[in-house]
């Protein structure tokens, strides 16, 4: 586990094992949270909300898992 941009522990991807998962936020995106997206600090959810808990993505390009 990591520190993520929040403070909170990220925990590892639990379907490849990754470390440093992105934080996923969602709503409508401001410009800043669109600037952390391009960055790679966080992941953008979508506009409509959360349909279940998901709360990181994990960054490994094959994997992306939402969990």
Do not use: V
């Not at 929040?6 to 379907?15: L, R, V």
């Not at 934080?23 to 909300?49: N, R, T, V, W």
């Amino acid at each position: 586990m990591t520190e993520s941009l929040f403070g909170d522990e990220s925990p590892d991807c639990p379907q490849c094992g990754a470390e440093k998962p992105l934080p996923l936020l969602y709503g409508i995106p401001s410009e800043e949270m669109i600037m952390a997206a391009k960055l790679g600090q966080i992941a953008l959810g979508g506009e409509d909300g959360p349909h279940s808990r998901r709360a990181w993505r994990c960054q490994t390009p094959q994997c992306n898992y939402e969990f």
